[in-house]
């Protein structure tokens, strides 16, 4: 019996410390709010992206970000994330599926290229959601005016891997 209550408690202290603290639990709307007000002051005139922490609890993240008409992102594929995005602001078109031309590793999970071909374009607007299933080709594109979205990155099996 006292050998069951301390593998039971050994399991118990290993899932404890698998978990990984919130360090960024709560944002306001009006935190929020700022966010877009900094990414319109502070971005770049080049800069096709200006991405700022909504909440962070490893593994997942939520981000904000924030595009402008004119300037296309590159598009991407997440090896083992899928990515569930919320478009706060303004509209564009995001197109997911096809293949990434000139394709390159921009680190061990995630690739990049210099446009999209194929896939299936769709336009968003605010207050849409769109799910992107993990190791999918995904662009944004033809921005109007600005697109503001809040990205959530999910790892495939969750917290474990």
């Excluded at 360090?23 to 002051?41: L, P, W």
């Excluded at 997440?78 to 031309?101: F, N, P, Q, S």
């Excluded at 336009?123 to 993990?134: F, H, M, S, T």
């Amino acid at each position: 019996m006292r050998s069951a209550w301390i593998i039971t408690l050994v399991c118990a202290a290993g899932v404890v410390s698998a978990q990984q603290p919130v360090t960024k639990g709560f944002s306001s709307a009006a935190d929020v709010q700022a966010m877009i007000e900094k990414a319109k002051n502070e971005r770049k005139a080049d800069q096709p992206n200006f991405i700022q922490q909504i909440l962070q609890g490893a593994p997942y993240n939520v981000n904000l970000e924030y595009r402008v008409q004119g300037i296309d992102t590159n598009p991407n594929i997440h090896d083992v994330e899928a990515e569930m995005v919320y478009v706060v602001d303004g509209a564009g078109v995001i197109t997911i599926g096809g293949t990434l031309k000139d394709e390159r590793r921009t680190n061990d999970k995630n690739r990049t290229g210099s446009k999209l071909e194929g896939g299936t374009p769709r336009r968003i607007a605010k207050g849409d959601y769109v799910l992107i299933p993990e190791n999918t080709a995904h662009s944004f594109t033809q921005v109007e005016g600005r697109l503001v979205i809040m990205s959530v990155h999910m790892p495939r099996g969750g917290p474990a891997n």
